[in-house]
């Protein structure tokens, strides 16, 4: 079988959540079905580390696909004919976007519908696009994956797509993500925190990651508890660009925040491990891949209560209301230096994050797509 894929968001120099899925599913398809053919359809010069296998083709398709007009043309023209080209059977497309001029199987992963719910987040142009096309390609695909049953739900009710259309398969982690020595706790302490303890964001700096209420709320905290000595530290690079918003920090809270930019995956599983608190507090959140990497690295979690947080933390986490500043300082002062609490929920994220596995979750893929196949 020849299986195409769209292999977009396979950047060596920014990986992020399309990147990471993309690479932990599909790298394990490939691996494991080496008697099938795979094509990847790049927009831009890929980085061959990505080639997974000698059963890959890597193919670049142009134009780089990164303004709504440039994502017409890749999908409906660009995609289109390169299916048609290498005979694909089925395509498969890991950040949602296909094409609807193509008459091959179809199988797209849409991770959530943010945009729907609170279209401001995103610049006007993609914004449109999004709400254009998003219904239609639910409706294009022959089958339509998501990353937990709340997004299932939105997108059956949003676009009015049967459930039986629709398949939640939940996202994982890098095994990269481990509990470390507390030597080891410190040296990163020492290197990004002034040798402080410190609560961590990780995600990328876009206006539903809700940082204009976490940032506000620590500075509440902080005023609330002046001989604390947590720091903040947000990992993370801008979506779009102004997209972190216009948030005033004050020259007295400067010193307490630290902005990192994107690391490596390595360097971000010991900043991960290493921190006090994971404070992770978005207002729309498809899945949220950062709780699963906290809880497998034995660090405990205050995260938001709404969307589907709640169904990947269970009883693992400490919730807020993520959009009362108040509630979220009251959580953070609640967890900071309440090690009973930090012991409990280290014990039952480590416990929880077992039900998280990108293996599981890519063999779901492939049976999917066997099966949309076959029809």
Not at 249 to 258: A, F, G, N, P, V
Request: with cysteine; glycine share 4%.
């Amino acid at each position: 079988m020849r299986i195409a894929v769209n292999t977009r968001f396979l950047l060596s120099h920014k990986m992020e959540g399309y990147g990471w899925y993309t690479f932990e599913i599909v790298k394990r398809l490939v691996e494991n079905h080496p008697e099938h053919e795979f094509i990847f359809f790049f927009d831009r010069k890929f980085d061959p580390k990505f080639i997974f296998g000698k059963n890959v083709t890597p193919v670049v398709l142009n134009p780089p696909a990164r303004h709504p007009i440039l994502f017409y043309i890749w999908n409906e023209i660009a995609v289109t004919r390169a299916l048609k080209k290498y005979k694909a059977d089925i395509y498969f497309s890991p950040d949602g976007y296909l094409s609807l001029r193509t008459t091959v199987k179809q199988v797209n992963v849409i991770h959530d519908i943010n945009f729907e719910h609170n279209p401001q987040d995103v610049p006007s142009a993609i914004r449109n696009y999004l709400r254009k096309y998003f219904p239609r390609f639910a409706k294009k695909a022959n089958h339509v994956l998501t990353v937990s049953d709340y997004s299932k739900q939105d997108i059956c009710e949003t676009y009015s797509i049967p459930e039986e259309k629709i398949t939640a398969i939940w996202n994982a982690a890098s095994s990269l993500f481990k509990p470390v020595e507390e030597q080891r706790r410190s040296e990163i302490q020492t290197n990004y925190s002034n040798g402080k303890p410190y609560f961590l964001f990780v995600g990328a700096l876009h206006p539903r990651k809700n940082l204009s209420r976490l940032i506000p709320a620590f500075e509440q905290f902080k005023k609330q508890h002046p001989e604390d000595k947590h720091q903040l530290l947000i990992v993370g690079e801008a979506l779009f660009s102004n997209s972190f918003g216009e948030i005033i920090i004050s020259d007295e809270l400067k010193q307490y925040i630290h902005f990192t930019g994107h690391l490596s995956l390595e360097e971000l599983a010991l900043v991960m491990a290493s921190a006090s608190v994971f404070t992770f507090v978005p207002y729309f959140e498809g899945f949220g891949i950062p709780m699963v990497e906290a809880m497998q690295s034995g660090t405990p979690i205050l995260a938001g209560n709404q969307t589907s947080l709640p169904e990947v933390g269970g009883n693992a986490v400490l919730y807020c209301d993520p959009m009362s500043i108040d509630d979220i300082a009251e959580k953070l002062g609640e967890i900071a230096n309440n090690e009973s609490l930090k012991s409990e929920l280290i014990a039952k994220g480590l416990e929880r994050s077992k039900l998280f596995s990108w293996d599981r979750s890519a063999q779901k893929v492939w049976e999917i797509l066997m099966n949309v196949a076959s029809e």
